[in-house]
């Protein structure tokens, strides 16, 4: 800007060294020295409007503003730099996080298959005070349509924008979901991890050691959902004993030529999605060892960086008798699974 205002200096100085050299009669100038003039005046303008458009490109408005003070206003030096990827300071649209805004905001997700203890695995961790998991959100083909409605969804969600019963709003520590393989994880894995390590999102894999106490609670739990046991109602968890032991009466009878196929196929679904994630921050958890070791639901806690609570649930559970109780043709099934790689099941307490 300083060099374009010392050159149109210099030639109006020229024009006026030039004038007072003039000795009447006034000299007429030839049109050619006019016209080089008037160019020399039209390109410093032009020079001039460049440097202020430069200008106007480099301002930064309130808002970026508001971003660039809000992170150097949180920033804690004592934390570990590997962590920082992990630690977020959303800015949700709908609402404002006020004297929370400077609590960092952890990403997760919960990746598991149907009956295997996820939904009472994230009712604990909702009875968190900072937790806010926001349950099954990609069970609606919608949203898991393609990979562009699918991250759409999850900016939603790990920007605080996401509404459901389980939102913590301004002081939730750690936001999240429950995805079932199923619901276009696997499909999308790629642009899923890759999506996942971009924005810091830690996974928490959740599984059964026995499929076959998993298979008997999708075929319970399929039945129900037509026969609804439950004054005419059809509910995939209960809170009373008495509506678990109204589930727990039917007695699935299993098909024995495609139970080993099952079996197989949901043994090598954990296993690729483990392969997969393994490659991302990540816990892998199994609901059998959540039941039996209570410190397990510490891990989880340490894992995601909050501080230690009590974690409750009302969720009952609905089959508590042992295997041989709860399937039909028990003996066909105990024969099947005779010298197998799965014959282990039928001798697991179903108590977990």
Not at 78 to 99: D, G, N
Not at 101 to 116: D, E, G, H, Y
Not at 138 to 156: G, H, P, Q
């Amino acid at each position: 800007m300083e060099n374009a205002c010392n050159l149109i200096k210099m030639v109006f100085l020229w024009a006026g060294v030039q004038d007072s050299l003039v000795i009447k009669p006034q000299k007429k100038y030839p049109l050619g020295l006019w016209m080089a003039v008037l160019g020399l005046i039209m390109i410093s303008g032009i020079y001039i409007c460049s440097l202020c458009l430069k200008q106007s490109v480099l301002l930064i408005t309130p808002n970026q503003m508001k971003v660039k003070s809000t992170r150097q206003t949180c920033h804690d030096p004592s934390i570990p730099k590997s962590e920082l990827r992990y630690m977020h300071y959303p800015e949700p649209t709908s609402y404002s996080r006020e004297e929370c805004a400077c609590t960092p905001v952890r990403f997760f997700a919960i990746l598991s298959m149907q009956r295997s203890g996820s939904g009472w695995f994230e009712t604990l961790l909702n009875s968190h005070a900072n937790v806010s998991s926001n349950g099954e959100i990609f069970s609606v083909k919608e949203r898991r349509s393609n990979i562009s409605t699918i991250t759409k969804t999850l900016d939603k969600i790990y920007n605080l924008d996401w509404y459901s019963s389980a939102s913590k709003n301004e002081c939730t520590a750690a936001v999240g979901l429950k995805w079932m393989l199923n619901q276009g994880l696997m499909q999308h894995h790629e642009e899923i991890i890759e999506y996942f390590k971009k924005r810091g999102v830690s996974a928490i894999l959740l599984f059964r050691r026995n499929l076959l106490c998993r298979l008997v609670s999708v075929l319970a739990n399929t039945h129900d959902r037509d026969a609804k046991q439950l004054n005419g109602t059809h509910k995939a968890h209960v809170h009373s004993k008495d509506e678990a032991d109204v589930l727990a009466r039917y007695k699935p009878t299993i098909n024995t030529t495609l139970l080993i196929p099952e079996l197989k196929h949901t043994d090598k679904w954990a296993s690729e999605a483990l392969g997969y994630f393994k490659s991302s921050r990540h816990i892998l958890l199994f609901y059998e060892d959540l039941v039996n070791n209570k410190t397990k639901l510490m891990d989880v806690l340490e894992f995601l960086k909050l501080p230690r609570q009590e974690l409750f649930s009302r969720h009952v559970k609905i089959h508590n008798k042992p295997l041989s109780d709860q399937i039909e043709n028990w003996d066909a099934i105990h024969a099947a699974l005779k010298g197998t790689e799965y014959e282990s099941f039928v001798n697991t307490d179903y108590g977990v």
